[in-house]
């Protein structure tokens, strides 16, 4: 989709940083806009801050496949058409400890709308791009599961790893049926030396009712991003923070010049992406996967048990 001047999109998890940014990189394009999520208050105060007639926001619940056909149904009915859809809403859970200690409701959050978020958006959307002939599929993946899993996390690369095999099919099964609608995998990043401050890192943050663990930290999620800067300043080191405009403008590139893996190559992925492949190539242990880093929550205790062994 080389001309993007008066096209309409969707994008989900739209006021969070990232959809944020979308959103507004889409409107410099003279885009239509829509940006969808949770909650109403919050989406009211990014439109008003964007002060644009061509971008409204919608509230929906992605893991409600209605919810998510009725934002079809108002987009088409607010803007008359839609071109392309951004599948961005995630969560991070919060969970503790190990994978097999996790909470069963943590793993049901993050599958619902990690996964099955982005397959209800497709589900919905992509039956009126392709009857149109016309159109792209943006869906949000993370390096943390599509490169290589940091194993400390535990869900959160399981999931995005499902995103990754998801859209890799997408692309395929679009290619193979000959329509000019075509897909993209977005893997936030940057060129800029620096952390993304997205939503992730408030992990826990708006959980529904349904899906609480019934301990404290369902009241107090976690600050991800400001106890990693504890651990930084303590070992004597600064956090900084990339522009979030970068992914945005990686996510225009991808849709305009039919991109699929949407990412910044850094150095460090690659290396890392390269060990994953000696490791199958080679039948050897994953050893990649052993890394000690102060964004671990337990990045001190770890690093304890790596000296003991």
């Known amino acids: 989709m080389k001309d993007l001047q008066g096209k309409v999109a969707v994008v989900t998890g739209g006021s969070g940083g990232i959809g944020i940014e979308i959103g507004r990189a889409m409107l410099a394009k003279g885009m239509k806009v829509v940006l969808a999520d949770l909650s109403a208050e919050k989406l009211d105060a990014v439109t008003k801050d964007l ?6 926001g919608l509230p929906v619940d992605v893991t409600d496949f209605d919810a998510v056909c009725a934002l079809r149904d ?16 995630a969560v991070g859970a919060g969970a503790k400890g190990n994978v097999w ?16 978020g982005v397959i209800n958006g497709m589900n919905a959307f992509i039956p009126l791009l392709v009857e149109q002939d016309e159109g792209h599929v943006v869906n949000t993946s993370s390096g943390n ?3 290589y899993p940091i194993a400390s ?6 999931t995005k790893s499902a995103v990754t095999t998801l859209t890799e099919c997408l692309w395929g099964q679009l290619r193979e049926r000959g329509s000019k609608v075509s897909a993209s995998l977005l893997l936030p990043s940057s060129p800029t030396p620096g ?32 106890d990693y800067k504890q651990r930084a300043a303590a070992a004597g080191q600064e956090v900084v923070e990339a522009p979030l405009s970068d992914v945005a403008d990686l996510c225009l590139r991808a849709i305009e010049e039919d991109l699929f893996w949407a990412t910044y190559e850094l150095e460090h992925q690659m290396q890392k992406l390269d060990e994953r492949y000696a490791s199958m190539r ?22 304890a048990q790596k000296g003991e062994r």
């Open 145 to 147: 599961g599509a490169y």
């Open 51 to 56: 002060a644009s007639p061509d971008v409204v």
């Open 153 to 158: 996390s535990g869900i959160y690369p399981v």
């Open 195 to 226: 952390v993304l401050a997205t939503g992730i890192w408030k992990a826990g943050a708006n959980r529904p009712d349904r899906y609480l663990r019934g301990d404290p930290d369902d009241a107090n999620p976690r600050d991800a991003l400001e």
């Open 74 to 89: 108002q987009t088409l009915d607010r803007f008359g058409a839609c071109h392309v859809i951004v599948n961005n809403a």
């Open 101 to 116: 200690e996790h909470h069963l409701n943590d793993w049901k959050w993050s599958l619902d709308v990690n996964v099955m």
């Open 282 to 303: 080679h039948l050897t242990p994953p050893d990649y996967l052993v890394e000690v880093n102060l964004m671990s929550a337990d990045a001190e205790e770890r690093e």
